[in-house]
């Protein structure tokens, strides 16, 4: 999803569906089909409550759906579809409150169709200050019989990319993208369908990608885990370790085709 220009956040920028977690979120906690226990020992994060893994579980496919349109949810007859008949159809409401419409239309929350993938925390940089993020990143699969609609004042454009056309476009300057954007993608492209990687999703815990910030050069390098110049020497995904700020972009070092190489050049 492109975001609006105006933003205050990532303002022009291709980003995945997601936002933060509401107060009011812990309210539909028990319309989630998994346990909180189950979904605290999937996130992998000791120093969360159980109530708070699952909330967020909450907030991940309400923002799936609030800025989306895509509701992962079981009614009393399966997986939530739209009504086979046009003339039948309302659209689901987005500005109600989530536990409202999940309440009126008797749905489970299908938390077990998500899988934590990743989770971001916003490097600090001297003498920059901005906002920091705490982001977990999810995998989904798109459901039969529902399309995605982008319609949130925040976002402006929706559209499906494969891993690697995304990045092909950010090459060639035609898109943005952020950091954990650019680092998520070349890590998807790895995999050959959506099944493979939401299966690699569910049999490894997510891991925790706190940037390094160092400058090489002159030039503003972001180290992730398993770099030389990261204290977290066990690497976090293959390919690039690293990306340099250059000319406005992140880049690898080693050019575009380091994205999808087994290993890539260290430099300090």
Known sequence: ???????????????????????????????????????????????????????????????????????????????????????????????????????????????????????????????????????????????????????????????WLGARQALEMYWQREIELAPPQIITLAHLSRYASADEAFDAARATPPRLIHPVHIEVDTARVFCYPGDVAHGDRERAFPGVSRLVLRDGRFEPFDGFEAFFADSATQRL
């Not at 689901?92 to 938390?111: C, N, Q």
């Open 1 to 159: 999803m492109r975001r609006a220009i105006e933003a205050s956040v990532l303002g022009g920028v291709h980003v995945f569906p997601g936002g933060k977690l509401d107060a009011a979120d812990p309210l539909s906690v028990h319309r989630l089909d998994r346990d909180a226990g189950d979904l605290h020992a999937a996130l992998g994060e000791p120093e969360l409550s159980a109530p708070v893994a699952a909330a967020i579980h909450v907030a991940a496919l309400r923002e799936l759906f609030e800025e989306a349109g895509v509701l992962l949810a079981d009614g009393s007859d399966g997986l939530w579809q739209p009504p086979a008949s046009a003339l039948d159809s309302t659209p689901l409401p987005r500005d109600v409150p989530f536990e409202s419409m999940l309440d009126a239309l008797g749905l489970t929350l299908s938390s077990s169709l998500i899988a934590p993938w990743s989770r971001w925390i916003t490097p600090v940089i001297p003498n920059m200050p901005r906002r920091r993020f705490d982001t977990r990143f999810f995998v989904a699969r798109m459901p039969v019989g529902q399309t995605a609609d982008v319609a949130d004042h925040e976002s402006t454009i929706g559209r």
